[in-house]
Nanobody
Framework: QVQLVESGGGLVQAGGSLTLSCIAS????????MGWYRQAPGKQRELVAE???????TYAVSVKGRFTISRDNAKNTAYLRMNSLKPEDTAVYYC?????????WGQGTQVTVSS
């Protein structure tokens, strides 16, 4: 019922910044929490950040203080602002949406941080 489209990935030098966007469509009235996950080659997909309907946020220790998750409910969009990027942040970043009964994943957007 919900479709997600991520954008904003790309190449950036270490220390740079990127902002990812995730636009939801479909049954958007049922959206609860929204989040960002990432998966590097050969590694498990991991939580980056999540944000609740009341704007309570959760961050991975590795990104806390550098990344900021936000949401615009009117636009059905989640954002991930990534500052002070490091080579170890290189991964495919996936948007995740929770509805009342289901979870949905985007197809991912590549973020590559060069050293």
């Amino acid at each position: 019922q919900v479709q997600l489209v991520e954008s904003g990935g790309g190449l950036v030098q270490a220390g740079g910044s990127l902002t990812l966007s995730c636009i939801a469509s479909g049954s958007t009235s049922g959206i609860n929490a929204m989040g960002w996950y990432r998966q590097a080659p050969g590694k498990q997909r991991e939580l980056v950040a999540e944000i609740s309907t009341s704007d309570i946020t959760t961050y991975a220790v590795s990104v806390k203080g550098r990344f900021t998750i936000s949401r615009d409910n009117a636009k059905n969009t989640a954002y991930l602002r990534m500052n002070s990027l490091k080579p170890e942040d290189t991964a495919v970043y996936y948007c995740k949406i929770y509805t009342w009964w289901n979870t949905y994943w985007g197809q991912g957007t590549q973020v590559t941080v060069s050293s």
